[in-house]
């Protein structure tokens, strides 16, 4: 999967509702970070991630979109740089 451009250095800390659905944004371009507001369409080869909550919880979504567990953050956001 390709990555989005970078939209933050930062995971956003969310509390999701159990069965609730999320469209985390794979682009970057959105200005509802971490999800999607539609953006996605000027670029064209990027779709919002669907993810429903099994639980209510606080998540750690993505923000950097270079992440190997698109949606959530798994730390890669440390290795890149604000340029």
Known sequence: M???KIA???PIKVDVEAGKRYSWCTCGLSEKQPF???KHKAEGKFSPLPYVAEET???YF???KQTN???FCDGAHKNLSAD
């Open 36 to 38: 999607c507001d539609g």
């Open 2 to 4: 390709e990555k989005g």
């Open 8 to 10: 933050g250095l930062t």
């Open 57 to 59: 919880k606080t998540v």
């Open 69 to 71: 567990n698109p949606g």
């Open 62 to 64: 993505c923000n950097c």
